[in-house]
């Protein structure tokens, strides 16, 4: 079974801090994302990425920057943590067309 | 911006009853994707139906696709109390295999 590994559970950062959020799959997957979940609001497309080195712009990607530098991981990060980027973050990777996604556990980030 | 949305917005029914949740979206889709979510975990893919298909089964899982209303339906069979979780359409536009969310339709099985 395909594997995708967030590094945390649970965050608590502070506001203006320089947040890194980790990803991980292990099925040689192309394409990688990046949701946020909010309550009343669904999952938003944060950021996606195609291949190493390759990123697009999801629906909401103000605040947040990505790196792919190998296939296998997919970082996101929150330049500098506000309160309303406090959220349940979704990582998912997905082989070919016909296959859903793969997600991550969540990482659930609280910024004070 | 969110395509899909879910109908009802919560459900409650007993164990052993037929569970509905009902989806619509607006524009022309690739595939349509199922997904349950358990509190506060992430999601799993439960079902894949292409745009040139009208259902799909997977065990208890009945998923049927109507292209010319945009809209989808999920039917969880016998239901059981694990099937307690949130339930979410995705519809997968053009090539990059990018998914829009509906908001999800909390599904509640009393034992």
């Known amino acids: 079974d395909v594997k995708v590994t967030q590094s945390s559970r649970y965050l608590v950062k502070r506001t203006g801090e320089k947040v890194f959020l980790e990803c991980v799959q292990d099925m040689d997957h192309e394409n990688m994302f990046w949701y946020r979940q909010d309550p009343g609001l669904g999952l938003r497309l944060i950021y996606f990425s195609y291949d190493v080195k390759m990123k697009e712009k999801g629906d909401i990607p103000e605040g947040y920057s990505v790196s792919r530098e190998k296939k296998e991981r997919f970082s996101l990060i929150l330049e500098s943590a506000s309160t309303n980027q406090t959220s349940m973050y979704l990582c998912?990777?997905?082989?070919?067309?016909?296959?859903?996604?793969?997600f991550g556990s969540g990482t659930r980030l609280t910024v004070v | 911006s969110q395509q899909g949305e879910e109908d009802p917005q919560a459900l409650s029914i007993q164990e052993g009853e037929n569970a509905t949740m009902n989806c619509s979206y607006k524009?022309?889709?690739?595939?349509l994707q199922w997904y349950r979510q358990n509190s506060g975990r992430g999601l799993v893919h439960l079902i894949l139906i292409r745009s040139n298909e009208r259902e799909k089964h997977s065990g208890r899982l009945r998923v049927t696709l109507d292209t010319s209303k945009k809209s989808s339906s999920l039917l969880i069979t016998a239901s059981r109390a694990a099937d307690t979780a949130s339930y979410f359409c995705a519809t997968a536009h053009g090539n990059t295999g990018k998914l829009i969310f509906g908001q999800g339709t909390t599904l509640q099985v009393k034992p």
């Open positions: 524009t022309s889709i690739n595939n």
């Open positions: 998912a990777s997905k082989g070919g067309l016909r296959y859903g996604y793969t």
